[in-house]
Every structure is written in structure tokens, then in C-alpha cells.
């Protein structure tokens, strides 16, 4: 399975990681995009520091996940992410925040992101994306409509508390789970209601 996982400017990081760590783990080959917004709050909610260069981040995002890995640039248009004639099975954009919205639902492609994110649209492929913002405005409900419309999956990053959360990465999981399951990768991260 080829997965594309862009990473925007949201807060959510760990939500990205758990879901970097379930892709390798299934064995799938994976393109990950981060913007630098995306940079900046990875930076800033796993490694405690902001300022941390680009590329100590994107390093220690992926780990060891290395081979299975590989990191393409904003700008990079030649990724095989930037054409609908590349084969690819998912789109992921976690986080995904409104302004990525904003940008996908007014068809613009101005990042590999983007671009990654409209092909999965237009070629009918699998797009789940990962909003967090609170409290929401009418543009930002528009642009969430018509991305659904398009065939998204919008999946926002909210966590429920009914299977017994304890931890802060109990929430993690759950909304890592519930993206998996959308990629059809299985998981047992979280216990099934009614198991
Ligand atoms: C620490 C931090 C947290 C942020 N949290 C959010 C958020 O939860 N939702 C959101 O839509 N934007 C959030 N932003 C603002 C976006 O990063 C900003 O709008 C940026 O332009 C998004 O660009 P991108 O979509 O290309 O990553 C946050 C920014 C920072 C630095």
C-alpha cells in the first residue's frame, strides 16, 4: 500500500505520528509533506522547541521508519504525490489545518500538499483529512461541505472519552485509530465498542 501523509499547520502532531507509526507498521510505503506551519507545530507539541531546524524535525519524525519513508519538499512538483498517473492507494492530511481548507476547497494548489490532496479528488481516490480548529466559522464549515461533496473523509481530531480514556495518549489513539480504519489498516489501538 502507497500512502501520501501531508502535514499542515494544525495542532495535532502526535495524531500524525501515531499515524505515521501505523502506516510503516502495516508495511506500507509512505510520502510524507510538511509545510513549514506543519514544521513548526511538530517542532513545537513533540520536541518542545520551535525554533528546532526543519530538517532535525523531519529526522526525528520519521526515526526509524527510514526505508519505508521518504520526505518531499513543499515545492516539489516532481513527486510522484504531484500527478494522478503515480500510483497511490490513500491521501492522508493530518492535521490539516483551516487555511489547508480553505485552499483545497477553493481548488487552489500552491504546495505539494495541496496539489497531493486535489489529485486525490479529482482521480476519486481515498482523502482523509485531519481538521482541528474550535470554534468554527461559516467560511470554514463551507469549506469542509464542499471538500466532503468532493469526496473527502473529514475526520476531525476529536477524541471521544467512552472507551475509557485515561491518557493523553489514550485520546491520541483513538483518533489514530479511526484514521487507520479509514485507510483500511488494521489496528488494535483502541478497543472495538461491543468487543
Ligand atoms: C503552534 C501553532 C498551532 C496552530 N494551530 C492551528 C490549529 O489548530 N488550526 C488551524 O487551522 N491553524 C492553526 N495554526 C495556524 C496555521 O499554522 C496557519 O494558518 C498556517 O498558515 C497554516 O498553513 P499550512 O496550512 O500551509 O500549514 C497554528 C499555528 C501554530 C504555530
Known sequence: MRVFLGITGASGAPYAKGILDGL??????????????????????????????????????????????????????????????????????????????????SGAMTNLIHRAASVALKERRKLVLVPRETPLSSIHLRGLATLDEAGAVILFAAPGFYHGATSLQDLVDFVVARCLDQLGIDTSLVRRWGE
Open 24 to 105: 510503516v507498521g502495516s508495511g506500507a510505503e509512505v510520502g510524507i509533506c510538511a509545510s513549514s506551519a506543519g514544521i513548526e507545530v511538530v517542532a513545537t507539541e513533540l520536541y518542545g522547541d520551535a525554533a528546532l531546524p526543519r530538517e532535525e524535525v523531519l529526522s526525528r519524525f520519521v526515526g526509524s521508519a527510514g526505508e519505508a519513508v521518504t520526505v518531499y519538499d513543499v515545492q516539489d512538483w516532481k513527486s510522484p504525490y504531484a500527478s494522478g498517473s503515480a500510483r497511490v492507494d490513500a491521501y492522508v492530511v493530518c492535521p490539516c489545518s483551516m487555511s489547508t481548507v480553505g485552499t483545497l476547497a
